[in-house]
C-alpha cells in the first residue's frame, strides 16, 4: 500500500504539536535543514561533545609523546644499535667458549703443582713472612672496617671521655679539699684534747 505523498507521517504530526503548543517555532524547525539539532540548546550540547573529544584526543597524544621522550634513551636506534652490538660480542664470546669446551674442561682438570711461578731460596723466608702477615691482615680485616665505620662515633665517645675526665678532676679537688679538712679538724681535736688533759 502506497502513502500518498501529502500524507502525515508520525514525525511530522509530532512535530506539528510542537509548533501548535509552542515548545518549538517553525522557524527552529525551517533552520533544521542546516544544522542536525532541532535547538540550540541541543547544539551547543553537541559542540561541547565535539570539543570534550578532540580535548581527550589531545590529551592522548600529548601522553603518548611524553611516554616517547621518556623512553627515547631506551628505544632510540643509536643507543640500541649500541646494545646490540655488545649482546652480539658476547655472544661471539660465548661461541668461542663452547667451541673450546673440552680444551677449557682438561685445562681444570689438570693439577696446579708445578706451575707456579719459582720462588728464589734466598726470597723463601720473605715470602713466609709475608703469607704470615697476610694471614694477620685477613684475621684483623673486620675490626679494621668496624673501627672504620666507627669513627664518628669515636668522636663522640672521645667528648664523654674528655667531659667525664673534667668531672673526675674536680672530684679529686674536692676529695683533696675534704681530706684537708678532715686533716684540720683532727689537728684542733687532738690539740682540744690535749690541753683538756693538762688542765
Not at 675526665?165 to 679539699?177: I, K, N
Request: net charge negative; glycine share 2%; with cysteine.
Amino acid at each position: 500500500m502506497d502513502l500518498c505523498p501529502f500524507s502525515m507521517t508520525p514525525a511530522a504530526s509530532l512535530l506539528a504539536r510542537c509548533v501548535s503548543t509552542g515548545a518549538v517555532s517553525q522557524e527552529q524547525i525551517d533552520s533544521c535543514s542546516q544544522s542536525p539539532a532541532f535547538s540550540s540548546h541541543l547544539l551547543e550540547a553537541e559542540q561541547q561533545i565535539r570539543a570534550q573529544r578532540r580535548l581527550d584526543q589531545v590529551r592522548l597524544q600529548v601522553e603518548l609523546l611524553q611516554v616517547q621522550k621518556q623512553s627515547a634513551d631506551i628505544t632510540h636506534r643509536v643507543y640500541l644499535t649500541g646494545r646490540l652490538q655488545v649482546v652480539q660480542e658476547l655472544c661471539c664470546h660465548l661461541q668461542d667458549v663452547l667451541k673450546e669446551q673440552n680444551s677449557l674442561r682438561q685445562r681444570l682438570m689438570r693439577p696446579l703443582g708445578r706451575t707456579n711461578l719459582p720462588v728464589q731460596a734466598h726470597l723463601h723466608r720473605c715470602v713466609v713472612d709475608i703469607v704470615k702477615m697476610l694471614l694477620d691482615f685477613i684475621e684483623t680485616l673486620e675490626e679494621k672496617l668496624s673501627s672504620v665505620r666507627n669513627c664518628p662515633a669515636a668522636r663522640d665517645q672521645l667528648a664523654q671521655l674528655d667531659s667525664c675526665l673534667a668531672q673526675l678532676l674536680a672530684q679529686v679537688v674536692e676529695v683533696e679539699s675534704l681530706s684537708n679538712q678532715v686533716l684540720q679538724w683532727k689537728e684542733v681535736r687532738s690539740s682540744l684534747l690535749s690541753d683538756n688533759s693538762a688542765g
